[in-house]
């Protein structure tokens, strides 16, 4: 058990956001995301979805409501990502912070517990996440060659911490 339970995703994915199937999502009733941006869905400094996103994107977007919630700061970026899969999104979100969550929560009048905060960030996401009464699914980042070496350290450094406060950091089966 964690002693910092809120640092403790519901679901641990061990995989990319494309592996959350409509069944799995079925399965921990989940009625609607909010999806992190960077190392997310997109790799960080990239402004382009790959197609296998927009297709991923397409075919959740027929049963439940999808939000950004990113706490990059670049309107440029992040709207024409979100233009791109036609999203709504919140920048500069200060996750952990609950506003901006709280804020796609009520667009999506759904009450927390049926949203599933999905990012590759414990301290930011996850933690968010758990802060809103969220269900949290924490995924393995998309990243690529190009990727901030200084964000791939980082996140070690997370889950180097969470380990030892406790926190489970096992795919779940």
Request: glycine share 6%; hydrophobic share 50%.
């Amino acid at each position: 058990m964690s002693l910092f339970p809120l640092l403790q995703p519901n679901l641990v994915l061990g995989r990319s956001v494309l592996d959350l199937t409509p069944e799995l999502l079925a399965r921990y009733q989940i009625d609607g995301l909010v999806l992190d941006v960077d190392d997310t869905i997109v790799p960080i400094g990239n402004s382009i979805a790959q197609p296998e996103l927009a297709l991923w994107i397409e075919e959740i977007r027929q049963i439940m409501p999808l939000w950004l919630v990113t706490n990059n700061p670049s309107q440029v970026r992040i709207g024409a990502i979100a233009d791109s899969l036609s999203l709504p999104y919140f920048l500069s979100a200060a996750k952990p912070s609950r506003r901006k969550l709280r804020q796609a929560i009520a667009e999506m009048k759904i009450e927390p517990a049926r949203v599933a905060m999905v990012g590759d960030r414990i301290f930011t996401d996850v933690l968010g996440g758990n802060r809103m009464g969220m269900f949290t699914i924490l995924i393995e980042p998309i990243v690529n060659g190009d990727s901030s070496v200084g964000f791939q350290i980082l996140r070690r450094v997370e889950f180097a911490i969470a380990w030892v406060l406790g926190v489970s950091l096992t795919p779940t089966k």
